[in-house]
Antibody, heavy 120, light 108 residues
Framework: QVQLVESGGGLVKPGGSLRLSCAAS????????MSWIRQAPGKGLEWVSY????????YYADSVKGRFTISRDNAKNSLYLQMNSLRAEDTAVYYC?????????????WGQGTTVTVSS | SYELTQPPSVSVSPGQTARITCSGD??????AYWYQQKPGQAPVLVIY???ERPSGIPERFSGSSSGTTVTLTISGVQAEDEADYYC???????????FGGGTKLTVL
């Protein structure tokens, strides 16, 4: 079945780094754009970044630009988010989601999320 | 930065119609999407391209667009529809995506 599984979350000190992974299965990963979205505790959804199917097109939210890097390995069916210079306000559940062309680029499959806590 | 504005909360009785609005300057140019999120769960796409319904989403969910406002309508609301609903779209350039602040739907 179609599935996305995030991993790599944890507790990190301000200024530290963390790399999130998202493993895809049940669909042709290399055909899909992918995105990262986060949700701070008790808050709404915030789009973080997306990457095209080939990796040639990448966009970031202003809040993470210059600190976060999205990437993918289509051979490994995996999406990544390298997070550097982490701040307390980056504390959130991070979701990966597939972007479906058949749904005009709506995000149709989401992972269960991985929790990132930035605290000293 | 670009923003989408939603009401924080909407309340309806079972069987009634709920309408949740989302306003943004670029909505005449960019498609809107709606996501349902229940507590402790990942979001689910319920409307794409302003008014289309993905497979598996009940017919009581519908969407519409007029100028700078899009609306999610849930007809014949059921208790299971109680959730947070988020609109999502892009800025006029299409390079920056954004979510609305979310609307908590309460079924009385």
């Amino acid at each position: 079945q179609v599935q996305l599984v995030e991993s790599g979350g944890g507790l990190v000190k301000p200024g530290g780094s963390l790399r999130l992974s998202c493993a895809a299965s049940g669909f042709t990963f290399s055909d899909y754009y992918m995105s990262w979205i986060r949700q701070a505790p008790g808050k709404g959804l915030e789009w973080v970044s997306y990457i095209s199917s080939s990796g040639s097109t990448i966009y970031y939210a202003d809040s993470v630009k210059g600190r976060f890097t999205i990437s993918r390995d289509n051979a490994k069916n995996s999406l990544y988010l390298q997070m550097n210079s982490l701040r307390a306000e980056d504390t959130a559940v991070y979701y990966c989601a597939s972007i479906a062309a058949r749904y005009y680029y709506g995000m149709d499959v989401w992972g269960q999320g991985t929790t990132v806590t930035v605290s000293s | 930065s670009y923003e989408l504005t939603q009401p924080p909360s909407v309340s309806v009785s079972p069987g009634q119609t709920a309408r949740i609005t989302c306003s943004g300057d670029a909505l005449p140019k960019q498609y809107a999407y709606w996501y349902q999120q229940k507590p402790g769960q990942a979001p689910v796409l319920v409307i794409y391209k302003d008014s289309e319904r993905p497979s598996g989403i009940p017919e009581r969910f519908s969407g519409s667009s007029s100028g700078t406002t899009v609306t999610l309508t849930i007809s014949g609301v059921q208790a299971e529809d109680e959730a947070d609903y988020y609109c999502q779209s892009a800025d006029s350039s299409g390079t920056s995506w954004v979510f609305g602040g979310g609307t908590k739907l309460t079924v009385l």
